[in-house]
Protein backbone atom coordinates (compact mmCIF):
# COMPACT_ATOMS: atom_id res chain seq x y z
CA UNK A 1 0.00 0.00 0.00
CA UNK A 2 2.75 2.42 0.67
CA UNK A 3 4.97 1.60 -2.42
CA UNK A 4 1.31 2.36 -4.55
CA UNK A 5 0.86 5.82 -2.24
CA UNK A 6 4.48 6.83 -2.96
CA UNK A 7 4.17 6.04 -6.66
CA UNK A 8 0.43 7.68 -7.24
CA UNK A 9 2.63 10.85 -5.46
CA UNK A 10 5.15 10.39 -7.99
CA UNK A 11 3.44 10.36 -10.86
CA UNK A 12 1.78 13.34 -9.64
CA UNK A 13 4.15 15.20 -9.29
CA UNK A 14 5.66 14.82 -12.94
CA UNK A 15 2.19 15.00 -14.10
CA UNK A 16 2.49 18.74 -13.21
CA UNK A 17 5.83 19.20 -14.30
CA UNK A 18 5.57 17.74 -17.53
CA UNK A 19 2.44 20.12 -18.02
CA UNK A 20 4.42 23.40 -17.35
CA UNK A 21 7.32 22.10 -19.81
CA UNK A 22 4.58 21.54 -22.52
CA UNK A 23 2.71 24.88 -21.86
CA UNK A 24 6.92 26.10 -22.61
CA UNK A 25 7.11 24.33 -25.56
CA UNK A 26 3.89 25.44 -26.86
CA UNK A 27 4.65 29.19 -26.54
CA UNK A 28 7.78 28.44 -29.37
CA UNK A 29 5.90 26.33 -31.25
CA UNK A 30 2.60 27.03 -32.31
CA UNK A 31 -0.63 25.50 -32.92
CA UNK A 32 0.79 22.28 -32.52
CA UNK A 33 -0.35 20.59 -29.48
CA UNK A 34 -1.02 17.43 -30.62
CA UNK A 35 2.42 16.76 -32.22
CA UNK A 36 4.32 18.29 -29.09
CA UNK A 37 2.38 15.62 -26.32
CA UNK A 38 3.12 12.70 -28.89
CA UNK A 39 6.89 14.09 -29.23
CA UNK A 40 6.91 14.46 -25.17
CA UNK A 41 5.49 10.96 -24.98
CA UNK A 42 8.02 8.93 -27.29
CA UNK A 43 11.03 11.14 -25.46
CA UNK A 44 9.90 10.63 -21.61
CA UNK A 45 9.24 7.06 -22.56
CA UNK A 46 12.80 6.63 -23.30
CA UNK A 47 12.37 5.94 -27.21
CA UNK A 48 13.67 7.27 -30.22
CA UNK A 49 11.30 9.15 -32.62
CA UNK A 50 11.15 9.43 -36.15
CA UNK A 51 9.28 13.12 -37.56
CA UNK A 52 7.98 12.93 -41.13
CA UNK A 53 7.03 16.40 -42.93
CA UNK A 54 8.27 18.93 -45.94
CA UNK A 55 11.04 21.47 -45.08
CA UNK A 56 10.11 24.55 -43.24
CA UNK A 57 7.24 22.94 -41.05
CA UNK A 58 9.16 23.71 -37.82
CA UNK A 59 10.35 19.89 -36.96
CA UNK A 60 13.98 21.19 -35.79
CA UNK A 61 12.82 24.23 -33.78
CA UNK A 62 10.26 21.58 -31.84
CA UNK A 63 13.86 19.43 -31.10
CA UNK A 64 15.54 22.28 -29.61
CA UNK A 65 12.50 23.35 -27.64
CA UNK A 66 12.02 19.74 -26.22
CA UNK A 67 16.04 19.29 -25.50
CA UNK A 68 16.21 22.92 -23.22
CA UNK A 69 13.00 22.27 -21.07
CA UNK A 70 14.69 18.99 -20.44
CA UNK A 71 17.48 20.68 -19.47
CA UNK A 72 19.47 17.75 -21.76
CA UNK A 73 23.00 18.69 -23.78
CA UNK A 74 21.84 19.14 -27.42
CA UNK A 75 23.16 18.44 -30.56
CA UNK A 76 22.18 18.64 -33.88
CA UNK A 77 23.60 16.13 -37.18
CA UNK A 78 22.65 17.81 -40.45
CA UNK A 79 22.60 14.68 -42.73
CA UNK A 80 23.82 15.26 -46.36
CA UNK A 81 24.55 12.37 -48.97
CA UNK A 82 28.49 12.93 -47.94
CA UNK A 83 28.37 12.50 -44.32
CA UNK A 84 30.63 9.76 -43.50
CA UNK A 85 30.11 7.30 -40.33
CA UNK A 86 32.69 9.03 -38.65
CA UNK A 87 31.15 12.28 -38.99
CA UNK A 88 28.24 11.10 -36.99
CA UNK A 89 30.15 8.70 -34.32
CA UNK A 90 33.50 10.24 -34.04
CA UNK A 91 37.48 8.86 -34.78
CA UNK A 92 40.52 8.27 -33.50
CA UNK A 93 42.89 11.37 -34.09
CA UNK A 94 47.07 10.51 -34.02
CA UNK A 95 48.54 12.74 -31.25
CA UNK A 96 52.18 13.14 -29.47
CA UNK A 97 52.87 13.21 -25.87
CA UNK A 98 55.62 12.17 -23.58
CA UNK A 99 55.18 8.16 -24.76
CA UNK A 100 55.13 8.84 -28.32
CA UNK A 101 52.92 8.92 -30.66
CA UNK A 102 49.45 7.45 -30.30
CA UNK A 103 45.78 7.36 -30.89
CA UNK A 104 42.82 9.41 -29.24
CA UNK A 105 39.21 8.79 -29.48
CA UNK A 106 37.78 12.21 -30.66
CA UNK A 107 33.93 11.65 -29.90
CA UNK A 108 31.40 13.10 -32.50
CA UNK A 109 28.03 14.69 -32.71
CA UNK A 110 26.25 11.93 -31.34
CA UNK A 111 27.97 11.60 -27.66
CA UNK A 112 24.94 14.22 -26.07
CA UNK A 113 21.85 13.46 -24.17
CA UNK A 114 19.88 14.82 -27.17
CA UNK A 115 20.46 14.32 -30.59
CA UNK A 116 18.59 15.91 -33.52
CA UNK A 117 19.53 14.00 -36.58
CA UNK A 118 17.93 16.49 -39.55
CA UNK A 119 16.66 14.66 -42.63
CA UNK A 120 18.38 11.20 -41.94
CA UNK A 121 16.71 9.87 -45.78
CA UNK A 122 19.19 12.22 -47.14
CA UNK A 123 22.49 10.10 -45.76
CA UNK A 124 23.64 7.26 -47.34
CA UNK A 125 22.88 3.88 -46.17
CA UNK A 126 25.59 3.41 -44.62
CA UNK A 127 25.85 6.57 -42.52
CA UNK A 128 22.41 5.70 -41.34
CA UNK A 129 23.35 2.38 -40.33
CA UNK A 130 25.81 3.90 -38.05
CA UNK A 131 23.85 6.24 -36.31
CA UNK A 132 20.48 3.12 -35.91
CA UNK A 133 23.27 0.85 -34.39
CA UNK A 134 24.35 3.38 -32.03
CA UNK A 135 20.45 4.10 -31.44
CA UNK A 136 20.20 0.17 -31.02
CA UNK A 137 23.05 -0.89 -28.88
CA UNK A 138 23.53 2.76 -26.50
CA UNK A 139 27.10 2.91 -27.59
CA UNK A 140 29.79 3.32 -30.25
CA UNK A 141 32.69 1.12 -31.39
CA UNK A 142 35.40 2.64 -33.18
CA UNK A 143 38.19 0.48 -33.97
CA UNK A 144 38.61 -1.92 -31.06
CA UNK A 145 37.36 -0.18 -28.18
CA UNK A 146 33.42 0.79 -27.59
CA UNK A 147 32.70 3.91 -25.87
CA UNK A 148 29.07 4.32 -24.47
CA UNK A 149 26.98 7.00 -24.79
CA UNK A 150 25.92 9.90 -22.47
CA UNK A 151 22.32 8.82 -20.22
CA UNK A 152 20.00 9.65 -21.15
CA UNK A 153 19.95 9.21 -24.49
CA UNK A 154 17.47 10.34 -27.42
CA UNK A 155 17.57 10.25 -31.24
CA UNK A 156 15.08 12.43 -32.54
CA UNK A 157 15.43 12.28 -36.24
CA UNK A 158 13.24 14.29 -38.80
CA UNK A 159 13.08 13.11 -42.71
CA UNK A 160 11.33 14.59 -45.59
CA UNK A 161 8.81 12.57 -47.37
CA UNK A 162 10.52 9.55 -49.62
CA UNK A 163 9.08 11.06 -52.91
CA UNK A 164 11.08 14.16 -52.74
CA UNK A 165 14.58 14.30 -54.70
CA UNK A 166 17.47 12.99 -53.08
CA UNK A 167 16.43 10.96 -50.25
CA UNK A 168 17.56 7.32 -49.32
CA UNK A 169 14.03 5.77 -47.53
CA UNK A 170 14.86 4.24 -44.34
CA UNK A 171 15.07 0.26 -44.84
CA UNK A 172 12.33 -1.74 -42.33
CA UNK A 173 14.44 -3.54 -39.65
CA UNK A 174 16.06 0.05 -38.93
CA UNK A 175 12.52 2.01 -38.93
CA UNK A 176 11.13 -0.53 -35.94
CA UNK A 177 14.07 0.72 -33.84
CA UNK A 178 12.18 4.56 -33.70
CA UNK A 179 9.20 4.13 -30.89
CA UNK A 180 7.19 6.19 -32.64
CA UNK A 181 6.97 7.71 -36.11
CA UNK A 182 5.16 11.19 -36.22
CA UNK A 183 4.05 13.33 -39.23
CA UNK A 184 3.93 17.27 -39.09
CA UNK A 185 1.08 19.23 -40.77
CA UNK A 186 0.98 22.31 -42.86
CA UNK A 187 -0.46 24.82 -40.99
CA UNK A 188 2.44 25.22 -38.41
CA UNK A 189 4.70 27.31 -40.59
CA UNK A 190 2.71 30.27 -40.92
CA UNK A 191 1.76 30.42 -37.39
CA UNK A 192 5.34 30.04 -35.82
CA UNK A 193 7.30 31.90 -37.94
CA UNK A 194 5.23 35.28 -37.76
CA UNK A 195 4.41 35.53 -34.59
CA UNK A 196 6.63 37.23 -31.75
CA UNK A 197 10.28 36.58 -31.32
CA UNK A 198 11.66 33.45 -30.28
CA UNK A 199 11.32 32.60 -27.01
CA UNK A 200 14.08 30.58 -25.16
CA UNK A 201 12.51 27.62 -23.46
CA UNK A 202 13.88 27.26 -19.53
CA UNK A 203 14.43 23.49 -18.02
CA UNK A 204 11.67 22.51 -16.41
CA UNK A 205 13.80 19.10 -15.83
CA UNK A 206 17.49 17.78 -15.65
CA UNK A 207 19.07 14.82 -16.79
CA UNK A 208 19.34 12.90 -13.66
CA UNK A 209 15.55 13.95 -13.44
CA UNK A 210 14.50 12.61 -16.78
CA UNK A 211 15.85 9.42 -16.06
CA UNK A 212 13.96 9.01 -12.69
CA UNK A 213 10.91 10.11 -14.97
CA UNK A 214 11.32 7.59 -17.64
CA UNK A 215 12.06 4.62 -14.63
CA UNK A 216 8.86 6.15 -13.00
CA UNK A 217 7.07 5.55 -15.54
CA UNK A 218 7.72 1.70 -16.34
CA UNK A 219 6.30 1.07 -13.08
CA UNK A 220 2.78 2.15 -13.95
CA UNK A 221 0.53 -0.82 -14.16
CA UNK A 222 -1.26 -1.92 -17.28
CA UNK A 223 -3.38 -4.63 -16.68
CA UNK A 224 -4.07 -8.37 -18.13
CA UNK A 225 -6.55 -7.74 -20.11
CA UNK A 226 -4.77 -4.61 -21.94
CA UNK A 227 -1.62 -6.33 -22.51
CA UNK A 228 -3.73 -9.33 -24.26
CA UNK A 229 -5.84 -6.20 -26.46
CA UNK A 230 -2.28 -4.70 -27.71
CA UNK A 231 -1.07 -8.82 -28.67
CA UNK A 232 -4.29 -8.69 -30.77
CA UNK A 233 -3.75 -5.41 -32.26
CA UNK A 234 -0.40 -6.49 -33.30
CA UNK A 235 -1.99 -10.06 -34.25
CA UNK A 236 -4.70 -7.85 -36.62
CA UNK A 237 -2.06 -6.32 -38.75
CA UNK A 238 -0.71 -9.36 -39.72
CA UNK A 239 -2.19 -10.53 -43.25
CA UNK A 240 -0.54 -14.02 -43.13
CA UNK A 241 -3.09 -14.92 -40.02
CA UNK A 242 -5.92 -17.29 -40.64
CA UNK A 243 -8.46 -14.44 -38.67
CA UNK A 244 -6.76 -11.49 -40.65
CA UNK A 245 -9.62 -8.82 -42.49
CA UNK A 246 -9.54 -8.37 -46.48
CA UNK A 247 -8.27 -5.05 -46.15
CA UNK A 248 -5.29 -5.87 -44.32
CA UNK A 249 -4.82 -8.92 -46.60
CA UNK A 250 -4.88 -7.32 -49.98
CA UNK A 251 -3.55 -3.96 -48.63
CA UNK A 252 -0.23 -5.33 -46.36
CA UNK A 253 3.07 -7.90 -47.00
CA UNK A 254 4.04 -8.11 -43.37
CA UNK A 255 2.13 -6.95 -40.12
CA UNK A 256 3.94 -4.82 -37.44
CA UNK A 257 6.21 -6.63 -35.19
CA UNK A 258 6.39 -7.25 -31.62
CA UNK A 259 8.41 -4.05 -30.49
CA UNK A 260 5.17 -2.28 -31.98
CA UNK A 261 3.54 -4.06 -28.92
CA UNK A 262 6.20 -2.88 -26.80
CA UNK A 263 5.62 0.93 -27.93
CA UNK A 264 2.45 1.00 -27.55
CA UNK A 265 2.57 -0.10 -23.92
CA UNK A 266 5.60 2.19 -22.88
CA UNK A 267 3.74 4.93 -24.60
CA UNK A 268 0.29 4.45 -22.82
CA UNK A 269 2.09 3.97 -19.54
CA UNK A 270 3.69 7.90 -20.20
CA UNK A 271 0.77 8.72 -21.40
CA UNK A 272 -1.36 7.92 -17.64
CA UNK A 273 1.28 9.29 -16.03
CA UNK A 274 1.03 12.39 -17.74
CA UNK A 275 -2.78 12.48 -16.77
CA UNK A 276 -1.48 12.04 -13.26
CA UNK A 277 -2.99 8.49 -12.86
CA UNK A 278 -0.42 4.93 -11.58
CA UNK A 279 -2.32 2.85 -14.00
CA UNK A 280 -3.43 2.45 -17.36
CA UNK A 281 -6.25 3.04 -19.34
CA UNK A 282 -7.97 1.10 -22.72
CA UNK A 283 -7.66 4.80 -24.07
CA UNK A 284 -4.07 5.30 -23.49
CA UNK A 285 -2.94 2.20 -25.33
CA UNK A 286 -5.39 3.42 -28.26
CA UNK A 287 -4.17 6.92 -28.35
CA UNK A 288 -0.03 5.25 -28.91
CA UNK A 289 -1.22 2.74 -31.36
CA UNK A 290 -0.96 4.88 -34.48
CA UNK A 291 1.90 6.36 -33.90
CA UNK A 292 3.81 3.01 -32.94
CA UNK A 293 2.20 1.46 -36.02
CA UNK A 294 2.74 4.25 -38.75
CA UNK A 295 6.43 2.79 -39.65
CA UNK A 296 6.28 -0.60 -38.94
CA UNK A 297 3.12 -2.29 -41.16
CA UNK A 298 4.88 -2.97 -44.94
CA UNK A 299 2.59 -2.26 -47.38
CA UNK A 300 1.79 -3.65 -50.79
CA UNK A 301 2.81 -2.49 -54.36
CA UNK A 302 -0.74 -1.91 -54.83
CA UNK A 303 -1.53 0.12 -51.50
CA UNK A 304 1.64 1.89 -51.39
CA UNK A 305 0.77 3.50 -55.87
CA UNK A 306 -2.68 3.75 -53.97
CA UNK A 307 -1.16 5.83 -50.76
CA UNK A 308 -2.49 4.13 -48.24
CA UNK A 309 -2.18 4.50 -44.46
CA UNK A 310 -2.23 3.19 -41.27
CA UNK A 311 -5.54 6.05 -40.61
CA UNK A 312 -7.06 3.56 -42.84
CA UNK A 313 -6.66 0.71 -41.22
CA UNK A 314 -6.05 0.95 -37.49
CA UNK A 315 -9.86 1.55 -37.11
CA UNK A 316 -10.81 -1.92 -37.81
CA UNK A 317 -7.62 -3.48 -36.27
CA UNK A 318 -8.94 -2.06 -32.88
CA UNK A 319 -12.32 -3.73 -33.53
CA UNK A 320 -10.85 -7.03 -34.13
CA UNK A 321 -8.63 -6.76 -30.75
CA UNK A 322 -11.89 -5.48 -28.87
CA UNK A 323 -13.67 -8.68 -29.87
CA UNK A 324 -10.72 -11.41 -29.68
CA UNK A 325 -9.15 -9.61 -26.25
CA UNK A 326 -13.00 -9.89 -24.45
Known amino acids: MDDGRALAAQVTGFAARVATLRERIGRVVIGQDALVGELVIGVL ?36 PDLMPADVTGTRIVEQDERGLGFRFQPGPLFANFVLADEINRATPKTQSALLEAMQEGSVTVGERTHPLPRPFCVVATQNPIELEGTFPLPEAQLDRFLFKLTVDRPSVVAATTGAAEANVEPVFSAD ?12 LCGEHLLRFVAELIRATDPQDPEAGDATRSNLRFGASPRAAQSIVLGAKVRALLDARPVVERGDVEACALAALRHRVHWTFEATAEERRVEDLLPGWVEAARKRAR
Open 209 to 220: ELVELQATSRRI
Open 45 to 80: AGGHVLIEGLPGLGKTKLAHALAAGLGLRFSRIQFT
